[in-house]
């Protein structure tokens, strides 16, 4: 056998469950890096049996490879096949943390309908927003991607959300979330909702001048900006 089969190898025999949590955890930045789903999955699973929480699993193993691809994506390191690989991967690990961020949730506090907006087919940071909100009690209506205002009002109408989210990841995409607002607005409907928006290229500034309720960082942000704004509008009632 060659030098380089040996070398090979080397890189297949690496077992997860012999690393320690900072190994794995770098080896699972390695993998989610390579798109490699069933190491993901195996990682992931690995992580809770050692009683880390599915909060901890999904922020540093998870959220944090995927930062790292995000950075070599912007830079021209990595494409787009790749990165889609790597979003699979990771959704292989989020199918696991799922239930169990959801798991926490008591009672539902409030409804809310979210979407990634027109034009746009990220879903990875919206589907984090609707776990951690199931996690914390609400009931999440999930739209998918690439809705157009249509498919806002018809979620509207059939199940009377108290909350609005919009996801928007490209800045040729996050306009769009204006002109939902805006056809609320036309139609009167504006002030019966919480309007919540997320996505990485948006900030505080873009949310008040398209009119949104609030902007949120991050998914822990979206769940408490979510109760906080229940709370504000059931108490002015
Ligand atoms: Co895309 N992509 N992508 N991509 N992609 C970005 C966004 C980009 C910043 C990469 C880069 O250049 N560095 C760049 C946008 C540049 C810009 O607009 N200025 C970009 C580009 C250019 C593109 C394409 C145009 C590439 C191409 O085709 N040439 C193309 C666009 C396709 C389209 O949408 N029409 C494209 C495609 C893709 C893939 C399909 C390959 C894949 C998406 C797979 C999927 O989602 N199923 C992909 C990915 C994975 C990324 C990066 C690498 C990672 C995004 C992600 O999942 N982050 C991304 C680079 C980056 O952001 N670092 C990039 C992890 C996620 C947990 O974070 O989504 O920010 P995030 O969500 C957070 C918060 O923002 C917030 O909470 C979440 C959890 O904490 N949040 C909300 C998000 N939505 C919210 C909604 C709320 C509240 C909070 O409502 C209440």
Not at 34 to 40: A, F
Request: hydrophobic fraction near 45%.
């Amino acid at each position: 056998m060659s030098d380089d089969n040996d070398q090979y190898d080397d890189e297949e025999d690496i077992i997860l469950s012999e690393l320690n949590n900072e190994e794995l955890v770098e080896q699972m930045h390695d993998d989610l890096y390579n798109g490699l789903k069933d190491e993901i999955f195996e990682g992931t699973n690995i992580l809770l049996e050692r009683g880390w929480g599915p909060d901890k699993v999904l922020a540093e193993a998870l959220v944090e490879g995927m930062r790292i691809v995000g950075i070599d994506l912007r830079d021209g390191i990595l494409f787009v096949p790749e990165v889609l690989m790597a979003a699979n991967a990771m959704k292989s690990g989020m199918g696991i943390l799922r239930p169990l961020l959801a798991e926490t949730g008591a009672e539902t506090i409030g409804k809310m309908v979210i979407g990634t907006v027109k034009g746009d087919i990220h879903d990875i940071g919206k589907n984090l927003v609707g776990m951690m909100m199931e996690g914390a009690g609400f009931e999440v209506i999930d739209l998918g991607i690439n809705n157009p205002v249509e498919n806002y009002l018809a979620a509207l109408e059939e199940h009377k959300p108290d909350i609005i989210g919009m996801s928007a990841l490209l800045t040729t995409t996050m306009p769009y979330m204006k002109v939902v607002i805006d056809t609320l607005k036309e139609q009167g409907l504006r002030d019966d909702y919480i309007v919540l928006v997320g996505g990485a290229p948006l900030n505080e500034e873009f949310g008040d001048a398209i009119g949104a309720d609030a902007y949120c960082r991050d998914a822990a942000v979206a769940v408490e900006m979510a109760k906080s704004k229940i709370a504000e509008k059931r108490a002015a009632r």
